[in-house]
Nanobody, 122 residues
Framework: QLQASGGGLVQAGDSLRLSCAAS????????MGWFRQAPGKEREFVAA????????YYADSVKGRFSISRDNAKNTVWLQMNSLKPEDTAVYYC?????????????????WGQGTQVTVSS
């Protein structure tokens, strides 16, 4: 199971750090991703991190502002979000997969957290 937390209401330019705690075995074997879904829009890829944490992936829209990291000993992955913009407003989901063929595709992921709301006011 995946449990996302850390969302909230912030102003443009502020920072937030989202957490995703995983329960069960095998966390270190998963590629972990963050996705987001804004009202009326499709869910979109935000960032992902490989099993060992050495390789990360970002959507162009968040590159340079967001940072994904993980600690396999704590079964946790984080998404540090800086310089937030109103267009970052969305429900953020963490997800996990054993595969890495099409990392930005939500269909690649087998397990999903419940989502945490991030609202950025202008």
């Amino acid at each position: 199971q995946l449990q996302a937390s850390g969302g909230g209401l912030v102003q443009a330019g502020d920072s937030l750090r989202l957490s995703c705690a995983a329960s069960g075995r095998g966390f270190s074997s998963y590629l972990m991703g963050w996705f987001r879904q804004a009202p009326g829009k499709e869910r979109e890829f935000v960032a992902a991190i490989h099993w060992g944490g050495g390789t990360t992936y970002y959507a162009d829209s968040v590159k340079g502002r967001f940072s994904i990291s993980r600690d396999n000993a704590k079964n946790t992955v984080w998404l540090q979000m800086n310089s937030l913009k109103p267009e970052d407003t969305a429900v953020y989901y963490c997800a996990a997969t054993y595969r890495d063929y099409d990392i930005p595709s939500e269909y690649e992921y087998d397990y999903w957290g419940q989502g945490t709301q991030v609202t950025v006011s202008s």
